[in-house]
């Protein structure tokens, strides 16, 4: 059991430790007295009858004990104990009465009780087997007959033609031929248990497995010889039931690990099945010039007809795989959708075909927002929505075409025919790949290209039509470019101060953004952010913004206002609405004492954690009706002393070097100064 297991076994059961420790010794002193005759003559009648009685009884109550203190696998070794039972009672029937009777009665109630004892075993293996199986195929089961039966059939071959030729009557060749055959079926259920192990069993199935095999061995050594007439008593033979029930005894108190799926092909297993079949081949090749006995021949004919089988399972196995490879070759595995490679395939007999037939149309998509969707609600949510609009992408194209996923968040539609991109099958192809929710948005850029009018080559349609879903793109970025130089236009009219601070905001908070490696999706909703954050003080009376001394409670009330009022003017242009989301929460606190929904730590979005500490450098350094503009360095300090309460402790160090950095270059005379220099009010006191 290993050192650990016997101290855990010690402190936890310190009769159950005594027990077996006892077994050990009882099967100690009776394989000394066998083999080197420890003790004399004078010890081998105590020897043979009462240590060897009393190694049964014991491993009888260690077992029963375990069917009483667990209830795992309790009706398993329930079984076994009754078994043992019948074995210990064969073995005290010939001890207390048939050992004293000078011409024993054969066969007797000895060999009823000792014959009682296979049913029981052979039920409490496979309990054991199917409780702890797992996860298991038909080709580790084969594996098992195939060995257990060559075993079986070797066995036979050698022990038979002496139990069974012997002559006598019937029922004492019936009797002396139901040992071995007994015998070989124990062997056959351990050679299967240990095949759905893969062949490392753990250490209470090998215990049992080295029980059940220690008795059949006996039990067949022991037939053939008294049919030979050469059995003697006193030798280790004796020694191995003890030492078998013994094993069984301390194995039901082990931890009974499931027998998990080994490797069908791993190299153990195949070279043991083989060699095994071969072991059975060539038994039946000998039976065909030496005289063997029937039953050998029929278990080495099943051993060969179950590897047939197992090879039949390997050979459609490995079609089936060879299938799924070329199948998930082409097969995109998170949308089921084909992949590039199948795209190419497809394009190259689109331009075989197209030289004789139809034209064939290309549309490359590509999503927009989807990677700020997969940051805010996590790769799984993504996943997901990748399959969903995957399914909905073929399916709205029906009998038109075929979709694809090319990879990342890009698809594509191959369709019969010419198409235009305001064509009805085009419009159904880009609103399937549109997903809409409170705060979010994700849409698709498109590109076509014309097979073969547009392109001579599949790579060069693929490219082409890459190409235009990006102009496209970029007319989309162009129109949000628009909406955000009205909205500047209008902050600088309002309030020319206003529109020289989100200026300087937006330079500072884009140079953070490039720093921190921000995408470059993302990079440009931080700066439309960073410059459009105050858009809501639009709604804000001039006398509070100026105010010059403390705003009251009802002033402060309007003012924390103004980032609602901007995320609403933003959402009325659909392309900035990823950016409305970032203003909205550009006032809130890494400790979640902001405004206006008190967000907290990562809760608040990245971008907007970067607007809130440009926007406080601006506003500290910065001339302001309510206080004068200090320095750089009393900028940075602020800063650092907000860090963990008003500020992300990462963007402010972003900051703080990025402005320290610039400063070393302007003292050194070694690049222009920095375009930062506006702003609003102090860390403390900012609107």
Not at 9 to 26: N, T, Y
Not at 562 to 584: S, W
């Amino acid at each position: 059991m290993g050192r650990i297991g016997n101290m855990r076994l010690a402190r936890k059961h310190p009769v159950l430790s005594a027990a077996v420790a006892a077994l050990a010794a009882g099967v100690a002193f009776e394989s000394s007295q066998s083999v080197i005759g420890f003790g004399g003559q004078a010890l081998n009648g105590f020897a043979d009858d009462w240590i060897y009685t009393a190694v049964e009884v014991l491993a009888v109550a260690v077992c029963l004990a375990r069917v009483l203190r667990r209830r795992d696998d309790r009706a398993a070794w329930a079984l076994m104990t009754f078994g043992l039972v019948m074995w210990t009672a064969g073995d005290l029937t010939w001890t207390l009465w048939l050992d004293n009777v000078a011409n024993p009665p054969y066969p007797s109630i000895a060999d009823a009780l000792y014959l009682a004892m296979y049913p029981a075993i052979y039920a409490s293996l496979m309990l054991l087997i199917r409780s702890r199986q797992g996860d298991t195929g038909a080709a580790q089961w084969l594996d098992g007959g195939v060995v257990g039966l060559t075993v079986a059939a070797i066995a036979a071959a050698l022990t038979f033609p002496a139990v069974a030729g012997g002559g006598g009557r019937f029922i004492a060749v019936v009797v002396n031929v139901a040992y071995p055959v007994g015998d070989f079926v124990l062997l056959i259920f351990v050679a299967v248990a240990y095949s759905l192990a893969g062949w490392r069993p753990g250490r209470a199935w090998l215990l049992v497995g080295l029980g059940v095999t220690v008795s059949a061995v006996a039990d067949i050594v022991f037939v053939y010889q008294a049919a030979k007439g050469t059995y003697a008593a006193g030798t280790l033979l004796d020694a191995m039931w003890p030492a078998a029930m013994a094993l069984l005894a301390v194995a039901a108190w082990m931890p009974m690990q499931g027998l998990r799926r080994g490797t069908v092909d791993a190299p153990h297993t195949i070279v043991l099945t083989l060699l095994a079949a071969t072991s059975a081949l060539a038994l039946l090749v000998t039976a065909a010039f030496r005289t063997v006995t029937p039953l050998a021949v029929g278990l080495a004919a099943g051993s060969l007809v179950l590897a047939s089988v197992r090879a039949a399972l390997t050979y459609l196995e490995n079609v089936r795989i060879l299938r799924r490879n070329a199948r998930n070759a082409l097969t995109d595995p998170l949308s089921g959708l084909p992949n590039r490679r199948a795209l190419m395939e497809d394009l190259e007999r689109a331009f075989a075909a197209a030289k004789e037939g139809p034209a064939a149309t290309l549309a490359f998509f590509d999503l927009n927002g989807f990677k700020r969707y997969n940051d805010t609600f996590g790769h799984a949510a993504g996943d997901a929505l990748l399959a969903r609009i995957g399914f909905a992408l073929r399916r709205s194209i029906g009998d038109s075409g075929r979709a694809y996923r090319l990879g990342g968040d890009e698809f594509c539609v191959l369709l019969d025919g010419r198409f235009a991109r305001h064509d009805p099958v085009i419009g159904a192809a880009a609103a399937a790949l549109v997903e809409r929710g409170s705060a979010f948005t994700v849409s698709a850029s498109v590109g076509l290209a014309i097979v073969p009018d547009d392109a001579p080559s599949a790579g060069g349609a693929l490219q082409l039509a890459d190409e235009r879903m990006y102009a496209e793109k970029a007319s989309s970025s162009a129109s949000r470019a628009q909406a955000r130089d009205v909205l500047m236009q209008l902050l600088s009219e309002r309030t020319p101060g206003l529109h020289q601070h989100v200026t300087s905001v937006g330079t500072l908070a884009n140079a953070i953004g490039i720093g921190m490696q921000l995408e470059p999706e993302d990079l440009d909703v931080l700066l439309r952010a960073a410059e459009l954050h105050d858009v809501g003080k639009l709604a804000i009376p001039d006398q509070i913004l100026e105010k010059a001394g403390t705003l009251t409670s009802s002033e402060w009330d309007f003012m924390r206002q103004h980032p609602v009022i901007g995320e609403r003017i933003l959402n009325a242009a659909p392309a900035l609405r990823p950016v409305a989301r970032l203003v909205r929460s550009s006032h809130e606190r890494w400790d979640g004492a902001g405004y206006p929904d008190g967000l907290a730590g990562d809760q608040i979005p990245l971008g907007a954690r970067i607007v809130s500490v440009c926007d406080a450098f601006e506003a500290i350094t910065s001339d302001r009706v309510y206080q004068p503009a200090r320095s750089r360095a009393v900028a940075i300090a602020e800063l650092r002393r907000g860090a963990g309460t008003q500020f992300d402790p990462v963007v402010v160090d972003a900051v703080c070097h990025h402005l320290q950095a610039t400063e070393k270059v302007v003292a050194t005379g070694a690049g222009p100064p920095p375009t930062t220099g506006s702003g609003q009010a102090s860390v403390g006191a900012l609107g």
